[in-house]
């Protein structure tokens, strides 16, 4: 029987590991046993593969073999290294129908065509005329100081003939003999038509407003306009003593669809035309984000051409997009864009690309005509620079195309910057500017009807219209599309890349990284040999040791069936006629 078991032991492969036993036998170290066990049968199952290689040339063939898994192993890891240092962030598209309840309203900016208002010119002229007669006894018209007054529109468009200088040159005389230092901005605030004036009805969510209530004067680069839901109380950079934004104020629509959303009825006053920036007539509807100062050249303002005697429909829709906290572990040159708390110092506590953009422009001017437009934000590090007037035109002129070109950031993904493209001597602006990692993009679609009739029924009341317009400002649809910017890979996934790598070329695990450390490192260190001495045996115990002699046998194999170790076979039916030949 003994034999019996001898060769069913063998038959399942339990070899009996002596240095094994010894190790089992020293209690202390049977942690550290059971370890090696493991390990070393890890071990084993390896490179007992490797034994069935006997000729020379299957040894070299799967050395070169290992060798390239593991130099291809090692590029597909640099590869999948370099990627992820390259573009450690990934923007997707959250959803498509993202409520409109959840998205700001945009400011509305409605600029007139007309820049000088001829009624104010005139008003104006003859304040100027009284000073003028009183004080230096100058021989003018009230006609005439009017028509020079109309060179202050050239500070909107940075131009003006060689022929005008003249004019331009004694009506700055005449302002700075008058105000001792003239103020543009109040000046032009003065000549400009006025929003009560301009805008005679208004209605927002379908309820009636006061226009004077919910339209404000603001700066923009088409100078002076009349703005709605715009959060910045004052234009400007720098660090704020107090609250610029008033983010509690944005508004936003709950309902879509025309009768829902912004409705201005506007009077263009053609009669009172005196300096147009455009060769046409009636208004520029300018669209932008409620946070921003509203720069055309960023490419964040949606603008709209409102001529006289027409019922326009500005269809709104909206692209938001937002990254995640996580993202701002990262470098900005590596997520390439700047959250709104960075640069807070620079941009009064909140940072956008438009802003950027504006920042830029303006000290470029700074730099090159040693002023600032009067319709530009001020810096404050550069409080000291003067507001341009009628005597920096011809600089401004010089280098008037310069302002309107910029060169974007140069990112080795876009199309390289071709120079050649611009005509301008002056060049352009270079502006570092990151986008944001927050923003909202505005589209719009319009569409409008003629309004030939000749009064309207607005809140019960009837108002004549004469080349008036009618402008609706809606969102069309309930839902808008949101993306999203995430981490392409977090460091989990990123070693679930590697594992999966290594696995793919080598079979390589965790658990073979310990494997190979012990075997490499801990193994071959030499360990101290042990000081455990064995317990004397009680004397008092009546033991007795003696010695058995095994004769050795002939060992044979007997082939035994599933069924007969399950037991399926009865052990009657078990013929052991050969087990029963070995003991004799």
Known sequence: MVKVSTSITRRWGIVENSRTVQRLRNLPNLKKTIIDLLLESINTNYTDNIRYYQRPIEKIAWLIVHVIAIIGMSFMILDATLEYQDSPTVTTMETDNYPVQDIDFPAISICNINKISLSSAIDFAEDLMEMETTTYNVNLTVEELTSMLTMLGHLYL??????????????????????????????????????????RQCSWEGKDQDCNQIFFLRRTDNGFCCTFN??????????????????Q???????????YGLSVLLNPQLHDYAFRILPVLGFKILIYSSLDYPN???????????????????NLDAISFYSVPSVIDYDMKQRDCLFSSEQAKTYKGHYSYTDCISYCRTRDIIFFCKCIPFFYSVIPDMAGVKICNLKDLP????????????KPRYEKLMVPFNQNNFQATSGYITCDCLPSCKDIKYTVSTSDIPLDIPQLVWNRKKTLLHNHSLVHIYF???????????????????MGNYGGIC?????LSVISLIEMLYFLIIRNIKTEPSTTSVPPLNPTNDVTIKAINIEPTESRTVVLYWN?????????????????????
């Open 503 to 507: 696995s793919l070329f080598l079979g």
């Open 476 to 494: 069309g649809e309930p839902g808008t599309m949101r993306m999203k910017q995430d981490v392409f890979l977090y460091w989990y996934e990123l």
């Open 564 to 584: 007969e170790i399950s037991g399926a076979i009865p052990r009657k039916q078990i013929d052991l006629t050969p087990l029963n030949t070995l003991g004799q």
């Open 296 to 314: 055309t050249a960023s490419g964040g303002v949606r603008e709209v051409l409102i001529p006289p005697k027409v019922e326009m429909f500005l």
């Open 249 to 259: 104020t944005i508004e936003r629509l709950r309902e879509t669809g025309p009768e």
């Open 230 to 247: 715009l959060a910045r109380h004052e234009s400007g950079f720098g660090n704020a003593d107090s609250s610029v934004f008033a983010s």
């Open 158 to 199: 940075f131009d003006i003939d060689e022929s005008e200088f003249e004019m331009a040159s004694s009506l700055h005389t005449i302002l700075e003999r008058g105000y001792n230092g003239y103020d543009v901005s109040r000046i032009m605030k003065r000549l400009l038509p006025k929003c009560r004036s301009i805008l």
């Open 395 to 406: 600089c401004l002129k010089k280098y008037k195309d310069r302002w309107l070109y910029v």
